[in-house]
């Protein structure tokens, strides 16, 4: 299980603390075994809200990039998977208009 993040640990300790003064207050409890209640609902309260934190997008981003490689083409699902191979798109450098007259050398120099 990965670690969690400083924004769920956060939220789910600032959600226990806050269910746990509300649910009191609320109550009015006075017993042992009513405040170990809303003890315990206070943290599961704030373990659901820790784990339905959204993730990064770095995470997501990854997670998504992961999946798209194993993808291939608009149907590719002939030769190349059947020989195992993963299709990548060509990599392309970028050409401004000016690019080519700065690379020519000139000839009386």
Do not use: H, N
């Not at 017993?31 to 209640?37: K, L, M």
């Not at 191979?85 to 690379?103: I, K, T």
């Amino acid at each position: 299980m990965p670690r969690p993040t400083a924004a769920q640990l956060a939220y789910g300790s600032c959600t226990v603390i806050m269910s746990t003064l509300a649910m009191l207050l609320l109550s009015q409890t006075s017993s042992g075994v009513g405040i170990a209640v809303i003890a315990l609902a206070a943290l599961a309260l704030g373990l659901l809200v820790a784990l339905t934190v959204p993730l990064p997008k770095a995470r997501e981003a990854a997670a998504g990039a992961a999946g798209a490689t194993t993808a291939g083409p608009v149907g590719s699902a002939g030769a190349g998977a059947a020989s195992g191979r993963v299709w990548a798109p060509e990599r392309r450098e970028a050409v401004s208009a000016g690019a080519e007259s700065g690379r020519r050398r000139s000839s009386g120099s």
